[in-house]
T-cell receptor, first 113, second 118 residues
Framework: EDQVTQSPEALRLQEGESSSLNCSYTVSGLRGLFWYRQDPGKGPEFLFTLYSAGEEKEKERLKATLTKKESFLHITAPKPEDSATYLCAVLNAGGTSYGKLTFGQGTILTVHP | GAVVSQHPSRVICKSGTSVKIECRSLDFQATTMFWYRQFPKKSLMLMATSNEGSKATYEQGVEKDKFLINHASLTLSTLTVTSAHPEDSSFYIC??????????????FGDGTRLSIL
């Protein structure tokens, strides 16, 4: 069974204080790992897709990396507007989860001015 | 690009009413659409997957007669909650994706529908 575990559950940062969010996964075969941002009362907003170990993607203050067991979302010099829940999801290559995303529980990020 | 519109954003209705939620992909053709349910402070729970022109595939434990899904075109899917009861109150979110079952393209989500059954 696919498993996705995100840590920490909640993270409070001061503006400008860089940090990382972790997403550990167990799948029989990874077809893709996805990062989303979700604001309260809204649907998830797509950020990145990573397809293979060693791959990195960047967008503004965010950088996502991938290994064979986990992914990190690095946030450099965060601003209050980066406050949101960040979700990680994996797409399995086969089995009963084929074609479906398995989501982690999310990390609630709060950035204080 | 990759905009998904979901309507309505909020519904409040009496027990026993049927409610229809629409999900549209505005700038791409969505071969596959998904319907999720999200409980407070929880992650997304997949309810069903639908491919255009085919019957939806429901996840275990989801009543197909309760949650009717129609995906009649490449840009529109609808979820109808039939004879809704208070326990059906939740946040329902749709997503759309290019490609069929084996696609590894990202899903793009609507902004969700908050359903409250009195």
């Amino acid at each position: 069974e696919d498993q996705v575990t995100q840590s920490p559950e909640a993270l409070r940062l001061q503006e400008g204080e860089s940090s990382s969010l972790n997403c550990s996964y167990t799948v029989s075969g990874l077809r893709g790992l996805f990062w989303y941002r979700q604001d309260p009362g809204k649907g998830p907003e797509f950020l990145f897709t990573l397809y293979s170990a060693g791959e990195e993607k960047e967008k503004e203050r965010l950088k996502a990396t991938l290994t064979k067991k986990e992914s990190f979302l690095h946030i450099t010099a965060p601003k209050p507007e980066d406050s949101a829940t960040y979700l990680c999801a994996v797409l399995n290559a086969g089995g009963t989860s084929y074609g479906k995303l398995t989501f982690g529980q999310g990390t609630i990020l709060t950035v204080h001015p | 690009g990759a905009v998904v519109s979901q309507h309505p954003s909020r519904v409040i209705c009496k027990s026993g009413t049927s409610v229809k939620i629409e999900c549209r992909s505005l700038d791409f053709q969505a071969t596959t659409m998904f319907w999720y349910r999200q409980f407070p402070k929880k992650s997304l729970m997949l309810m069903a997957t639908s491919n255009e022109g085919s019957k939806a595939t429901y996840e275990q434990g989801v009543e197909k007669d309760k949650f009717l899904i129609n995906h009649a075109s490449l840009t529109l899917s609808t979820l109808t909650v039939t004879s809704a009861h208070p326990e059906d109150s939740s946040f329902y979110i749709c997503s759309a994706r290019l490609g069929t079952t084996g696609s590894n393209q990202p899903q793009h989500f609507g902004d969700g529908t908050r359903l409250s059954i009195l």
